[in-house]
């Protein structure tokens, strides 16, 4: 059975720093796009990063954000640094073989975690 694990959200100041984890088990993704996707309250799920040969960023973290994973560990990875008030949601961790510009649509991923939340105080 394939689980995603999140974790390392939590409360922070505008402009300081987090990293979140994901540990997937059940099957080996080293040949997936491993992503994380944010969902605000009161808003839809949005795409944040993915990594597969290649990283995706969507523009609002770009500069700040760092994806990375461990196919070794089976994990993923989200540097965030310079956060803003404005990204406090619940950081999500997905799966999946999307091709293109489907890396950023929350439909191509097959497998999700339950989610970390990270609050950005001001």
């Known amino acids: 059975q394939v689980q995603l694990v999140e974790s390392g959200g939590g409360l922070v100041q505008a402009g300081g720093s987090l990293r979140l984890s994901c540990v997937a088990s059940g099957r080996t993704f080293s040949s997936y796009t491993m992503s994380w996707f944010r969902q605000a309250p009161g808003k839809e799920r949005e795409f944040v990063a993915a990594?597969?040969?290649?990283?995706y960023y969507a523009d609002s973290v770009k500069g700040r954000f760092t994806i990375s994973r461990d196919n070794a560990k089976n994990t993923v990875y989200l540097q965030m640094n310079s956060l803003k008030p404005e990204e406090t949601a619940v950081y999500y961790c997905a799966v999946g073989r999307p091709l293109g510009r489907d890396t950023y649509s929350m439909g191509q991923y097959d497998y999700w975690g339950q989610g970390t939340p990270v609050t950005v105080s001001s």
């Open positions: 990594i597969s040969w290649r990283t």
